[in-house]
């Protein structure tokens, strides 16, 4: 069989059985807890109903996890420049950076909301809590992981410690980088969405998918909760495929991970 | 008295509290002259070149490269023994990278990766990625990226060891045609025996612990080189005679054998 279309198909299958393998289930549940799994046109019925309501919770969520995730890429790649800079700089900042990502959301969640209030910089501000750790720790590990006879090759080539991080130690960070960023893209819708639910604000209509979970799990709509669910799962995946593109544009042509036999 | 090239006037090295890997090593060699460095490991061949190389300090004594202090020649150029070019760039950006890292002008740049490109016969590779090359290849672009700093000496470390046998003949032969063309100094360390011979006008044997030099042998074989020489028996002759001495010297008695 063609190995193409095979790749096609077998995802296409596996949804399908597992669709099936729902609906299934819900008919063998007694008939008293069928509620608590929905069959496919409850499911389907529900999304036609809260459909805009979706649309515009998922709307406010993506660009609160896209606000909260672009800042946390943009301020790792400082921090792990700085980090990458000195061992002294390392060892004194490590452990207030793992404090970042130590301490529950649950306890920042209520401090958030008296200093800058409920609504979107708070929410913006925990999804960047979320996402950040993973992108600090990769792309400093990567900044160090440079061959040592690379680094001597620029040493005797008496390059400055400028030339010596940006022409050899930030492309060679580049993998590293793209592993956080693929991470912090999974983190980020889901951060986005659990700080929506723990310091969003309803005010002027502005609410994300956490908040608009809250008011389903209120009303008892179980099928409703579910498509949130799978709303927010295709957040996920949405920016997992972006920085997944942006990894192949930077990377297909030199790294190791993207083989010319693997396309 | 004209003074020579490059002078080691007996060099120590030691790392931390460890014994010396060399001790007292008096060396001198004059220009144009290929010497390749043979000994068993331990024996500080490639601690010899970083020093050279001025990529770590002498622990006692002096090295002086036509007359200067190493480190601050712009002379010098350094082939690894892997070849450590850069994989997110192309060959010719390879070939470019030490150029760049001195800002040297644009013209002069492309002219001189155009020239070492040319003398590796890789110009038609120049837009290839490292990781579609093969090893003897990636090994001729190393080389093209030290040629390109248009050097007077060369200091290779085992450049060709982790290559195949027939690779490693025929880039020790395009080496010798360089040679011919572009008249630089080199001190060369390999493992191989016929390498040795084939490409030097001078051996040096180290013993080691602690690293000195055992045997100091001239190569009085003609250039030009090629496969031919291979054959010579002054050479095999050579080769035999270098060996012997070597199991030797690996066999802790570094007093000549003949």
């Known amino acids: 069989m063609n190995p193409r279309l095979l790749r096609w198909l077998l995802p296409l299958l596996l949804a399908v059985a597992l669709l099936a393998g729902w609906e299934t289930l819900h008919h063998l549940l007694p008939a008293s ?29 993506a660009g609160a996890a896209l606000a909260g995730f672009g800042l946390a890429a943009l301020v790792s790649v400082g921090a792990s420049l700085l980090l990458a800079s000195s061992g002294l700089i390392r060892t004194t900042l490590y452990p207030y950076l793992m404090l970042l990502q130590m301490v529950p959301v649950i306890i920042i969640a209520p401090i958030l909301i008296l200093w800058v209030g409920p609504g979107a910089p708070s929410v913006i501000i925990v999804t960047f809590l979320i996402s950040f750790f993973p992108l600090v720790v990769n792309t400093t590990q990567g900044l160090l992981s440079v061959e040592r006879a690379q680094v001597d090759l620029f040493r005797m080539g008496r390059a400055s410690r400028l030339q010596e991080m940006f022409l050899l130690r930030v492309p060679a960070a580049l993998p590293y980088f793209f592993t956080g960023l693929r991470i912090s893209a999974i983190l980020a819708p889901i951060g986005a969405l659990t700080a929506d639910y723990l310091v969003g604000s309803t005010t002027g209509g502005l609410s994300g998918l956490g908040i608009t979970a809250l008011l389903f799990s209120a ?44 396309l | 008295m004209p003074s020579p090239y490059i002078s080691l006037q007996s060099v120590t090295k030691r790392f931390g509290s460890a014994p010396p890997v060399l001790e007292a090593l008096t060396l001198e060699v004059e220009a144009g002259e290929f010497v390749s460095l043979i000994g068993p490991s331990g024996c500080g061949k490639s601690t010899l070149l970083k020093l050279l190389s001025g990529l770590t300090p002498t622990t006692s004594g002096g090295i002086s490269i036509d007359t200067r202090a190493p480190g601050l020649s712009d002379e010098l150029a350094y082939v690894f023994q892997d070849a450590t070019l850069l994989p997110w760039l192309n060959v010719s950006a390879n070939v470019e990278t030490l150029l760049r890292l001195r800002r040297m002008p644009t013209e002069e740049r492309l002219r001189r990766r155009d020239a070492a490109l040319d003398l590796v016969r890789l110009s038609s590779k120049a837009l290839a990625y490292p990781r579609q090359l093969s090893g003897g290849q990636k090994m001729r672009v190393s080389l093209a990226r030290a040629l390109a700093l248009e050097p007077r000496l060369i200091l290779l470390d085992e450049p060709f060891g982790a290559l195949d046998e027939m690779t490693r003949d025929h880039l020790g032969e395009e080496l010798l045609a360089i040679r011919e063309r572009q008249r630089w100094t080199a001190l060369f360390v390999t493992h191989s025996v016929a390498e040795a011979v084939f490409l030097s006008t001078r051996i040096l044997i180290l013993a080691p612990h602690p690293g000195r030099i055992a045997h100091d042998l001239p190569v009085h074989l003609p250039y030009p080189r090629n496969h031919k020489t291979r054959r010579d028996p002054a050479y095999l002759q050579l080769v035999a005679e270098v060996s012997t001495r070597l199991r030797a010297v690996e066999e802790g008695d570094p007093t000549p054998a003949s």
């Not at chain 1, 509620?35 to 969520?61: K, M, N, Q, S, V």
């Not at chain 1, 995946?237 to 010319?260: E, I, K, N, Q």
């Open chain 1, 33 to 61: 807890r069928r509620f608590l799994l929905p069959d496919l046109a409850r499911l389907g019925a529900a999304f036609r109903e809260h459909g805009a309501e979706l649309a515009r919770a998922a709307r406010y969520t």
């Open chain 1, 219 to 262: 009303r008892n709509e179980i099928a409703a909760l579910y498509a949130t669910a799978l709303v927010g799962c295709l957040l996920g995946f949405a920016l997992v495929a972006a920085v997944s593109g942006l990894a192949w544009l930077a990377l297909r042509r030199w790294h190791d991970s993207y083989t010319p036999s693997d």
